[in-house]
């Protein structure tokens, strides 16, 4: 099981320029998300997914969108990269949105600088 | 707003001393609270999960949770070098949303 994915790793942007990072699990997880870490503020939602199909918006969605392509993968897009979303990002899927199905497993991260 | 409260540190403990670490929370509707490990530069990693008042021990690990007073910490026994790391508080708040909601996280150094 090599658990939750992310690819690519690392990736520099130039403003204005936009790209796709991507995610996969294979725990058979329903539910999906994606978070931003920066420095002294923690880990912040940007969207999930409950379940295949469905997307919803977390605390910090403005630039960015997601596609849940199916229950494996959940990819993030950036349209338009701008030094504010200079960041790590981490996916994270869980079994269900209750009880000890509510465990969240990280991918390693990416790395984003956008110059 | 829903928040997470935790102290950034660095908190530095001896080896083999009790480290605590604290964590209070905003939403008195909250359920479940989850203590993750993130070494420098890797993703947080599960230690442990509590949903009822009380204690839960998992080895060198204990969870406390007190509803009442909103608070949640975490205590580890027997501190090693390993055990350095930041450690966040994270709740999952009241509301069909189930979103899970970070602390900044304390930074842990344990010192040989």
């Known amino acids: 099981n090599a658990g939750v994915t992310q690819t690519p790793k690392f990736q520099v942007l130039k403003t204005g320029q936009s790209m796709t990072l991507q995610c996969a699990q294979d725990m058979n997880h329903n539910s999906m998300y994606w978070y931003r870490q920066d420095p002294g503020m923690g880990l912040r939602l940007i969207y999930y997914?409950?379940?295949?199909?469905?997307?919803d918006k977390g605390e910090v969605p403005n630039g960015y969108n997601v596609s849940r392509l199916n229950k494996r993968e959940f990819s993030l897009r950036l349209e338009s990269a701008a030094p504010s979303q200079t960041s790590v990002y981490f996916c994270a899927s869980s079994e269900l949105a209750g009880g000890q199905g509510e465990t969240q497993y990280f991918g390693p991260g990416t790395r984003l600088l956008v110059l | 707003q829903k928040e997470v409260e935790q102290n950034s540190g660095p908190l530095s403990v001896p080896e083999g001393a009790i480290a605590s670490l604290n964590c209070t929370y905003s939403?008195?509707?909250?359920?479940?609270f989850f203590w993750y490990r993130q070494y420098s530069g890797k993703s947080p990693e599960l230690i442990m999960f509590?949903?009822?008042?009380g204690d839960k021990e998992d080895g060198r690990f204990t969870a406390q949770l007190n509803k009442a007073s909103q608070y949640v910490s975490l205590l580890i026994r027997d501190s090693q070098p390993s055990d350095s790391a930041t450690y966040l508080c994270a709740v999952i708040s009241s509301g069909s949303a189930r979103q899970l909601t970070f602390g900044s996280g304390t930074q842990l150094t344990v010192l040989p």
């Open positions: 939403d008195r509707g909250s359920q479940s």
């Open positions: 509590i949903y009822s008042n």
């Open positions: 997914s409950a379940s295949e199909g469905t997307t």
